[in-house]
């Protein structure tokens, strides 16, 4: 559920925010900070798909080595979504929040993404020369990051609960809560679109709205 990366000691490390199939659009930004794929590495705080025109490119990048992404409430909708058939309340949840995309390709592909989805880790931790480096989609349960991964090993009907805040929380950011997430130097979430990358504590919240008319890509390097 978390997924651990060592320090990158050949090139440079970046987190962007939500993606929502404007893949084309992060390529060009890639190009203009001069990302190198042969050294650094692309991290996402989830939210791949929907809305934007390319959310169908979302399974050629999760093959490129150098991009890694957790899962953010529009991936979590699609896998949902298929496993609960299209008469679910999940289906049409996802059908109205950008996902028209995906239903009209055969059972089989959809099947296929929601599998890709269901993969994606709840959350990254990357070690960097600072200390340890969050990624989570929405906000970090308890505020505490290694109590947060203490409780992921629980029985799995307490997962639940931690998905709904890994994944749709926007507690922090409602209540401006300046407290710092404890045992990570520093955590990068999307979720909450917001007109420029906003800090509380040491949470980053990175969606600048790129599928948005007016929105654009925020790529933060890390390390």
């Known amino acids: ?21 404007c893949f084309s659009k992060l390529q060009e930004q890639l190009w203009t900070i001069g990302f190198n794929e042969e050294v650094d590495r692309l991290f996402c705080v989830g939210d791949l798909i929907d809305r934007g025109p390319e959310s169908y490119k979302f399974e050629e990048w999760l093959d490129y080595p150098w991009f890694n992404s957790v899962r953010g409430n529009h991936e979590e909708l699609l896998w949902t979504a298929i496993e609960g058939g299209e008469q679910s309340n999940a289906s049409a949840c996802h059908y109205m929040n950008g996902g028209s995309w995906l239903y009209g390709l055969p059972l089989v592909e959809q099947q296929f993404y929601a ?45 639940n609960k931690l998905d709904a805040i890994a994944l749709w929380a926007r507690t922090k950011i409602s209540s401006k809560d300046e407290s710092v997430v404890k045992g990570l130097h520093k955590l990068y979430v999307g979720h909450t679109p917001v007109d420029d990358i906003v800090q509380l504590g040491n949470v980053e919240y990175i969606d600048t709205g790129a599928v948005f008319k007016g929105g654009k890509f925020s790529i933060v390097q890390i390390n």
């Not at 060592?6 to 925010?17: I, L, P």
């Not at 969050?134 to 991964?149: L, R, S, V, Y």
């Open 1 to 21: 559920m978390i997924k651990h990366f060592e320090m990158n000691t050949k090139g440079k490390d970046f987190v962007v925010g939500d993606i929502h199939g």
């Open 115 to 159: 599998i890709l989805c269901k993969e994606l880790p709840l959350a990254i931790e990357i070690d960097t020369p600072n200390g340890l480096v969050g990624i989570i989609h929405a906000e970090c349960p308890f505020g505490d990051w290694n109590k947060f991964k203490e409780a992921l090993g629980q029985p799995q009907d307490e997962w």
